[in-house]
């Protein structure tokens, strides 16, 4: 019984470390979760906060448009009211008791008849208002999706940095090895191993600056997605050509094709129309408005203090609350007209203000066409020289392997020391980061074009 138990314990210890284990690798997977471009870009969007302003900025538009539309209705109001009256009132020259309950109800409707076509011109001018704000949510996602590509591309960047710094450390270290050999066998000074020593131990403070370059990256994106937990955040790395060629396109293709997809203009566009448009609504104040509307309605009267409703001594009894809600039930229908014949002017100034704020509009419009082109122009400009720097730093690159090879070489012969090695081998590094960073530079240059060409933002 008691190897029993003890078999017992031991298989249940045994299922619970199992599934504490199956716990661990499923949150430790969680946690090292590599996030693609695709999602940064779509997870931004979703809990971006001046996205979502924006959206709230939209909904209150689509709710003035739906009020527009609903002014084609009539509008219908009920009313119902009681009044009682106590005490004495004049009668000839003496005074008489006056006691009563009133109680009135009637339901009216009115519509719009004739107001040239303010409501037409209403709903016109507030749809442009969503229109424009549509826009004004798509510039949006498209400036944080543009953040997010030079972010991502800014961590394949100190990563490929920190790869350099990697292979640098792992020269560094074989002549470390050697230096030592070669220094405790009594073939070299002491100086070069000291020398050595140093250059590894320069090398490895360049790995892990290297390092928290990317994790200052990695925190960069981790705040432009606005996340709790940046500690255990990371990205997928991407492939990158490793030669690259000039991009051909000249800035007024690209220019036109941006004209008629980029969301800023657009939204500007919609905007001239949206000035046009009250425009047109501020003109119709000149117009008469012809409203048509009609009720029912009754009443009820009491006199508390009597059930008689007769004079000059003739008895005649008041009738109930029912037959006076029936007899004096009543109908009415009407149609009026408000015609403006002066208004101080106002009407005539409104119409130039709105006038004031189409060339308000169109300025804005002309403002974002330049402003567009200036971007077009240095994102071109910024590929071009990108391109003319990625082509001399690979060339650096080449004559820098070059020299560190005959300097090696040369180390090994025994015909130079080892400060010329660690020399070509920084130069070499050197190198090899100006490649890079001219490389990813010159990738986020074709991005933007791609970008202002409509092709979208992809890595």
Known sequence: MFR????????????????????????????????????????????????????????????????????????VSGSISNTASFGNTQFVNTSVRNDNFSNNASVGANILVFNYGRLEKTIRKTSYDVDASLQDIETIKNNIALQIAQQYLSVMLNREIKKISESAMENAQKLYDRAKITTDVGTTAQTVLAEATASLAREKQNVKTAQINVDKALFAMAQILQLQDYKTFDVVDIPVPDALTPQTESVDEVLSIAYGSQPVIKAAEIRIKAAEAQTEVVRTNFWPTITANAGIGTFYNNRLNTNNVGGNGFYIAEPNFTNQYKDNFGQQI?????????????????????????????????????????????????????????????EAERSTKLALDFATKSYDAGRSTIYDVTMARNNYANAQGSVAQAKYNYLFSIKVLDFYAGRGISL
């Open 4 to 75: 029993s138990l003890i078999v017992y314990n031991f298989s249940f210890m045994l299922k619970k470390v199992f599934c504490i284990s199956l716990l661990s690798i499923g949150v430790l997977g969680f946690s090292q979760k590599k996030w693609t471009i695709q999602e940064c870009v779509d997870y931004a969007i979703k809990n971006n906060l001046q996205v979502q302003a924006q959206a709230y900025n939209k909904d209150v538009q689509a709710k003035n448009l739906e009020m527009a539309k609903r002014d084609y209705l009539p509008s």
């Open 334 to 394: 009407g149609l009026s007209a408000n015609i403006p014949i002066f208004n101080k002017g106002i009407t005539r100034l409104q119409v130039e203000q709105t006038k004031i704020n189409e060339s308000l509009a169109k300025n804005n419009l002309e403002q974002q066409k330049f402003q567009l082109k200036q971007d077009i122009q240095q994102a071109q400009f910024n590929a071009d020289s990108n391109y003319e720097i990625y082509v001399s730093a690979m």
